[in-house]
C-alpha cells in the first residue's frame, strides 16, 4: 500500500481560497485544517479578549486585537490562525490582502493541552 504525499502549495495559491469559516492554515506548503474550537475554548477565548481590550483602553497608543479565524504570517510558507493575537503602534499589523504580519503577541488554546501565550 502506498501513502500519496500532499499536495503543496504556496503562499500566493493558498491566499487565493475563497474566504472560508474553516481553520485552514499553510505550514510549509501544506494546507492543513483544524477541528473546530469547543466551547469551553470559546468562552476561554472570549474571557482573554475582553481582558486584553480592557487593558488596551488604558494603553497610551492604539492596540489591535484580532481573534480567529485571522491569518497571520509567521514566516515565509507559514500562515497560521492563532486563537487570538495583537499588535501595537510600535509593532503594527501589516495587512496583506486578508493576511497580517508582525503581531505582537499569540495564543492558542487546545482542548488536549493547557492553553499557551508567546
Known amino acids: 500500500m502506498s501513502s500519496l504525499a500532499p499536495r503543496l502549495i504556496d503562499e500566493a495559491e493558498f491566499l487565493s481560497l ?12 501544506e494546507v492543513i485544517l483544524s477541528p473546530s474550537p469547543s466551547f469551553r ?7 482573554v479578549v475582553r481582558a486584553l481590550e480592557d487593558w488596551a483602553d488604558t494603553q497610551q497608543s492604539i492596540i489591535s486585537i484580532g481573534i480567529a479565524p485571522l491569518d497571520v504570517r509567521f514566516a515565509p510558507g507559514r500562515i497560521l490562525q492563532p486563537t487570538r493575537s495583537w ?31 508567546a
Open 18 to 29: 475563497a474566504e472560508s469559516t474553516e481553520r485552514l492554515e499553510l505550514i510549509d506548503g
Open 87 to 117: 499588535c501595537s503602534a510600535a509593532y503594527p499589523m501589516i495587512s496583506k490582502g486578508r493576511s497580517i504580519g508582525c503581531p505582537r503577541s499569540v495564543s492558542r488554546c487546545s482542548p488536549a493541552i493547557e492553553p499557551t501565550i
Open 41 to 47: 475554548h470559546q468562552r476561554l477565548l472570549r474571557r
